[in-house]
């Protein structure tokens, strides 16, 4: 496992756990995160609507880690697959012109000419 992989530094920030998303959220979070300055930041998304250039999350707590998250990264790197696309979350969170780049699977239905210059469409997402 990762964990037990020498070469990385692996630290964990606290505060309350959400279980459906695999995170932490709240005060402790955000103060723990506030310590740390990030080259790349990698975050996903419920949601992206491709024409307005809208990116969404499901809840106001995951929207606050992630833009205290971006405020402190140099770049900004969106991953979604394309079942994320065409999609509404319960929040506006982010232009995505904001990404330094989106990373979506092949599978995405955009016509070519109107994929934004800053996605990224790659054949296989492993």
């Known amino acids: 496992s990762f964990i037990e992989n020498e070469n990385i530094e692996l630290f964990f ?8 998303y695999k995170m932490a959220v709240g005060p402790i979070t955000r103060n723990t995160l506030s ?10 998304c419920a949601g992206i609507d491709p024409d307005t ?5 499901a809840d106001m707590e995951t929207m606050d880690i992630k833009n205290q998250v971006l ?6 790197y969106l991953l979604i697959d394309s079942s994320k696309l065409h999609i ?5 969170f982010i232009d995505s012109n904001d990404f330094d780049a989106i990373i979506c699977d092949g599978k995405a239905n ?6 934004p ?6 054949d296989e997402i492993e």
């Open 13 to 20: 920030v606290g505060g309350k756990i959400l279980p459906e």
């Open 71 to 76: 405020k402190q990264s140099v770049n900004k």
């Open 53 to 57: 250039r809208m990116v969404y999350t």
């Open 35 to 44: 310590m740390f300055n990030f080259d790349n930041c990698f975050i996903s």
């Open 88 to 92: 509404k979350g319960f929040c506006s």
């Open 110 to 115: 955009l016509n070519e000419d109107d994929v």
């Open 117 to 122: 210059l800053n996605y990224i469409i790659v």
